[in-house]
């Protein structure tokens, strides 16, 4: 939460639940949030910290695991990725490339809560390269309807070549479909650098190769589609893990149109539900 004047200055104050008000430190366009744990009596403790910043039309989330404690610890590690335009249902024009997995070999989620994902998604080639050779085109033929639920899960040799990075492209016309309206482009960069590593920079070539993911998992539900690029973090006492990811916006414009056309607008964010009713005078005052 952004910092009241008070809690800029340093002192303490608590929200109407009592939940103690945590001041957030802004330089420029940066937003850092730092978190320590421990567990002295077990030798474990940890100190996270997360560095938000923005430059043109990209988000950069810089992170930091250090181990401050006494005892060695290994996790697993994800980010959900919940993708969603302007709150629509997902369905036909959206698609998605995970750069270096073999999009074939997959295994679906427990029937018992997932459907499988052939009956929603259908695997396309696709023209550009990944770092395990040519990308595969995952693309959306079905609307996906309420409560319905798909994972897959890309196991074994299918993640070994993965970067962890992805493109994620929906139209951008107003249907909701391929419209010939141009699509918006969401690409994620991941870097990874183990102990004794330093990041290198969106789009550097990584030398030495990253270390190969720990899994990597597609979950898809009616209003969102995530890719979960999985690494496993292990760390002696007093070393320190970095990642960054960076997400990139762009609009690509239909074949033919001319330069300077401005994107289509998303639709409104409620869809096609009603727009909420601003409150009358008098129903704020009886509030």
Do not use: C, M
Not at 27 to 55: D, I, K, Q
Not at 104 to 111: I, K
Not at 140 to 153: C, E, G
Not at 198 to 217: M, V
């Amino acid at each position: 939460r952004p910092p009241t004047a008070a809690t800029a200055a340093g002192a303490s104050s608590a929200d109407a639940h009592g939940a103690p008000a945590v001041p957030i430190p802004r330089v420029a366009r940066r937003v850092r949030l730092r978190h320590n744990a421990s567990l002295p009596s077990a030798g474990w403790a940890y100190a996270l910290s997360h560095t938000y910043s923005v430059a043109a039309n990209s988000l950069v989330v810089t992170s930091e695991l250090v181990n401050t404690g006494t005892r060695p610890f290994a996790l697993p590690h994800y980010s959900h990725n919940f993708l969603n335009a302007g709150d629509q249902p997902v369905g036909p024009g959206w698609a998605l490339r995970l750069d270096g997995v073999d999009a074939h070999a997959y295994a679906d989620a427990d029937g018992s809560w997932a459907e499988p994902l052939a009956q929603y998604v259908a695997l396309t080639p696709a023209a550009a390269q990944g770092a395990g050779g040519a990308a595969q085109q995952l693309r959306v033929r079905r609307r996906v309807p309420p409560w319905t639920k798909l994972k897959a899960f890309y196991d074994g040799t299918a993640s070994l070549n993965a970067s962890g990075s992805f493109v994620a492209t929906v139209a951008a016309g107003d249907g909701g479909g391929d419209d010939g309206g141009g699509v918006l482009e969401l690409s994620s960069e991941l870097e990874v650098a183990p102990p004794g590593r330093s990041l290198q920079g969106a789009g550097a070539a990584k030398e030495p190769p990253p270390p190969p993911l720990y899994a990597y998992n597609l979950y898809v539900e009616e209003r969102t589609l995530s890719p979960e690029p999985i690494q496993l973090i292990a760390l002696a006492p007093g070393q320190r893990w970095l990642w960054r990811r960076t997400l990139s916006l762009r609009y690509v414009r239909p074949a033919g149109a001319q330069a300077g056309t401005p994107p289509p607008r998303l639709r409104a964010p409620w869809g096609t539900r009603a727009p909420p009713q601003q409150p009358t005078a008098a129903a704020a005052a009886a509030a």
